[in-house]
């Protein structure tokens, strides 16, 4: 199981922000849309994450009571998806890349 820190504030101007990552050397990589959806039930939060290119379902609390949660839906560790959304959008877009290329 993938363990990253992540942090979130919020942005009170998006083109502000995007300015300030642009100058001190970050450039886009992806951009999709997703709708997210968490429910909690002692501690442990379940998401449903929709996007283009595939729906997920997120697991995050105790490591225990993760799996428990898993073998009740009747998961397991190696069901787990550890590549983080951008590289996932970015196979799907080089999926549809090369479907198109070989319907020309």
């Given at each position: ?6 942090l ?40 449903i994450?929709e ?9 995050s ?44």
């Amino acid at each position: 199981m993938r363990q990253d820190m992540v942090l979130a504030t919020k942005v009170d101007s998006m083109a502000v922000m995007k300015k300030i990552l642009r100058r001190i050397g970050f450039r886009p990589v992806s951009k999709y849309a997703r709708h997210h959806t968490t429910w909690e039930v002692g501690g442990t939060k379940v998401s449903i994450s929709e996007f283009l290119f595939g729906t997920y379902l997120e697991i995050s609390g105790e490591a225990e009571h993760m799996l428990h949660l898993m073998e009740k839906f009747g998961l397991t560790l190696k069901d787990s998806i550890t590549a983080p959304y951008e590289e996932l959008h970015r196979d799907y877009r080089l999926q549809k890349v090369a479907a198109k290329t070989q319907l020309s």
